[in-house]
């Protein structure tokens, strides 16, 4: 078995069992869990020293699993995230499905539809939404590669994936956009 699919199967033990991984994403390092589960988010927060009130991104593999937890989309938004150039996670109105603690204290969520080769077999294996949260502690900068994830953050995650970690290519957080009433209102480019 190869690396890629090791960690894969590595990967889906931990997510089963409530646990947190720490792995590459189709942007920056990632600790992530199942998205359903509010004991393993919960587990986020607090490794992360996260506010409560802060909400996560979830990333699925298609924009039918977009369909599947938000109870309403707007189809003009996969036209939008076809034709844009780069990872844009898209916040949406009424989620369902998710863990309360994903989501936003007005209901909304942050979804992210992953190409990256990696999180989308994992997704897909999973066959749930899988919740990506920068690897560092809350107020400290966005690892762009794995060597600068936080020892801490290393230490409190049940499994680390190895695959991507001798990049040297800095990457880059996505942008964030809102999809309202047919209009995007840019939060982060």
């Known amino acids: 078995?190869?690396?890629?699919?090791?960690?894969?199967?590595?990967?889906?033990?931990?997510?089963?069992?409530?646990?947190?991984?720490?792995?590459?994403?189709?942007?920056?390092?990632?600790?992530?869990?199942?998205?359903?589960?509010?004991?393993?988010?919960?587990?986020?927060?607090?490794l992360k020293d996260r506010p409560d009130s802060k909400s996560f991104v979830v990333l699925v593999a298609s924009q039918l699993e977009v369909l599947q937890y938000v109870s309403e989309v707007n189809h003009d938004i996969f036209s939008y995230l076809n034709r844009s150039p780069r990872s844009t996670t898209v916040i949406y109105d009424g989620s369902r499905g998710l863990a309360d603690n994903v989501t936003a204290a007005d209901g909304s969520v942050a979804i992210r539809i992953c190409r990256e080769e990696f999180c989308n077999q994992l997704i897909r294996q999973f066959g749930k939404p899988v919740v990506s949260t920068s690897a560092n502690s809350s107020g400290n900068p966005s690892p762009a590669l794995f060597s600068s994830v936080e020892d801490k953050i290393k230490r409190g995650v049940d499994y680390i994936v190895k695959y991507r970690q001798e990049e040297d290519t800095p990457a880059t957080p996505s942008s964030i956009i809102r999809w309202r009433k047919g209009k995007v209102e840019v939060i982060r480019k």
């Not at 078995?1 to 931990?14: A, G």
């Not at 199942?34 to 919960?42: L, S």
Request: a negative charge; glycine letters at 8%.
């Open 1 to 46: 078995m190869n690396l890629f699919d090791t960690d894969i199967e590595n990967c889906l033990s931990v997510l089963h069992r409530g646990g947190i991984i720490l792995y590459p994403t189709d942007t920056i390092w990632g600790i992530g869990c199942d998205a359903t589960n509010p004991i393993a988010v919960e587990k986020i927060v607090k």
